[in-house]
């Protein structure tokens, strides 16, 4: 498998690591999203202070506002922090 094969199949398998614990392994609940977050993104929450920071992220990753975070808006998230991180990575080479 390409590194960008693997990739995916990490994100796949990391979304339904975390959906099934609910019993609905199509979506994360906001419990099941703070879990993944605390787990697989810990820097990511830790270097913020604000305290609603999982219920702001919840409320905009959840764009059909079904109260649940499909793999759709989830994938979503991944990229859009991803592209944030590659962005940050430019700018610091550049110093």
């Excluded at 959906?19 to 099941?32: I, M, P, V």
């Excluded at 820097?43 to 905009?60: E, M, Q, R, Y």
Aim: with cysteine; hydrophobic share 40%.
């Amino acid at each position: 498998m390409s590194q960008l094969e693997t990739a995916m199949g990490m994100t796949i398998a990391v979304f339904d690591q975390y959906a099934r614990t609910d019993g609905n392994r199509q979506t994360l609940s906001k419990a099941e999203l703070k879990t993944l977050l605390e787990k697989e993104l810990p820097n990511f929450l830790a270097s913020g202070k604000d305290k609603n920071a999982i219920d702001k992220v919840f409320k905009n990753l959840d764009e059909n506002g079904d109260s649940q975070v499909d793999f759709k808006e989830f994938v979503l998230f991944v990229a859009a922090l991803t592209c944030c991180c590659h962005k940050y990575f430019e700018q610091n080479a550049a110093k």
